[in-house]
């Protein structure tokens, strides 16, 4: 078992390994012994599979529980969902001595994120991943928020969990499918800042150790979000591949998910970089082999023209300008800021 403290304001516990969800319920009562209830939140497939376990070792340290099930699709982060899950906390008469525990993949973390710190204004919050995705990315740096028709992460928040807990067992209930999404996420770490993470992923594909693997992403993403709060300036670097990757997924209605349109947004800034002497060709080529090995697309099923409206509407675009995130080699990447009238030239040589 691995524990990563992430040292945010206020700082938090990451415990990663088999069986972590068995230590949930005697944590939460050394952590906060006046906490009489919990509130658990998943979506029906994971409920299934796991909130049995998982409330009974919560029951067995003294606590109440109550379950809120939300129906898997693609369009959990809905405002009705937000206001159907308070208005069940209200109802339960959870207080803000209270604990809300997000079990599920990032859509569920992100949602009841939002929850968690609008309700009384904020009251404890436990993550607890599911999916590869949401456990080296969703769970961990305090973004949280609901979807628009308009957009992903127009409304949203930043509130850190009082701890995370990453069951590597969720991960071997996952579709073939999920677990290949959630590489895109890691090998954007090792791209960013760790080249032996990277490396390590490109040799042994989808049978690297989760835990270590987990683990490494964790620390990456702990250390820029330690810089970089509320995502101003040097957390950004961890948004490699997700300008293109977020466009792509509106583009497609979000039929296409997010890991994937992840790993598409890498093989166009891949090629962009080497386009434009960022990068060379060979390391252009590695990142684009390297998503192939596990599995992932490397090429975007839309043209330029298409993505144009949603490229301009990013979130990360600030006035005139866009901060776009390529590659120099294995290991660390470059910011770029473009004016937003050039975007499409810029960007051209990756599609």
Not at 11 to 38: C, Q
Not at 126 to 149: C, E, N, Q
Request: proline share 4%; net charge negative; with cysteine.
């Amino acid at each position: 078992m691995k524990n990563i403290r992430v040292n945010t304001e206020p700082s938090y516990m990451v415990e990663i390994g088999a069986g972590t969800f068995d230590l949930v319920g005697e944590f939460v009562r050394t952590l906060r012994p006046d906490a009489t209830k919990v509130a658990v939140v998943s979506d029906d497939n994971v409920a299934q599979l796991w909130a049995g376990p998982l409330e009974q070792k919560l029951r067995e340290a003294g606590l109440e529980v109550v379950h809120f099930v939300i129906r898997s699709s693609e369009n959990e982060k809905t405002f009705l969902n937000y206001y159907a899950l308070i208005d069940f906390l209200a109802a339960q008469e959870m207080n803000r001595s209270d604990i809300l525990m997000a079990l599920g993949g990032g859509k569920v973390g992100d949602l009841v994120g939002f929850a968690a710190a609008t309700y009384f204004r904020g009251i404890p919050l436990v993550m607890l991943p599911t999916s590869l995705l949401a456990m080296v990315d969703a769970a961990i740096g305090g973004k949280t928020g609901i979807d628009l028709p308009s957009g992903k992460g127009v409304v949203g928040t930043f509130y850190e969990p009082i701890a995370v807990f990453c069951d590597i067992n969720t991960l071997d209930t996952l579709p073939q499918q999920c677990f290949v999404e959630g590489c895109a996420e890691v090998l954007k770490y090792g791209i960013i800042g760790d080249s032996r993470l990277f490396y390590q992923v490109v040799s042994q594909g989808c049978s690297f150790d989760r835990e270590l693997i987990v683990a490494k992403s964790v620390s990456l993403k702990a250390k820029y979000v330690v810089q970089d709060e509320r995502d101003y300036g040097a957390r950004r670097v961890l948004n490699l591949g997700h300008t293109v990757g977020h466009a792509i997924e509106r583009c497609s209605g979000y039929t296409v998910s997010h890991g994937f349109a992840v790993a598409m947004g890498l093989g166009v800034m891949a090629r962009v970089g080497a386009a434009h002497g960022v990068c060379s060709t060979d390391c252009a080529a590695e990142i684009e082999a390297a998503l192939a090995a596990v599995g992932l697309p490397n090429r975007s099923p839309y043209s330029l023209s298409e993505l144009m409206p949603f490229l301009l509407r990013d979130k990360k675009r600030v006035g005139d300008n866009i901060d776009l995130i390529v590659p120099e080699k294995i290991g660390r990447c470059r910011t770029v800021t473009i004016p937003v009238e050039n975007i499409g030239e810029y960007l051209y040589p990756g599609f």
